[in-house]
């Protein structure tokens, strides 16, 4: 796992090349669904993406409604206690 400009870096990415094209540059506090640079049937694949990053399985069971809010969220929830701010 990278530092966390690193990840930062590597979701930015992801989601942009995801998005559809009339969407607006995503940063790290844009609303990933509510802005429509992602949907829902994005999210299997943004766990999957999370989970080569952080080197370990994400529990599905533990998964809250706006662990995919924004890209400061993802980091926040998943990849926090690993990566120093």
Known sequence: ?????????ELRQWVDSKARHDTPPV???????????????????LILLIESLHERLVDIEHLGQGDFLDIDTIVERFFATEVPA
């Open 27 to 45: 940063d790290d506090t844009t609303p990933l669904l509510a802005s429509g640079a992602l949907t829902s049937l994005h999210i299997p694949e």
């Open 1 to 9: 796992m990278g530092n966390e400009q690193d990840i930062r870096r």
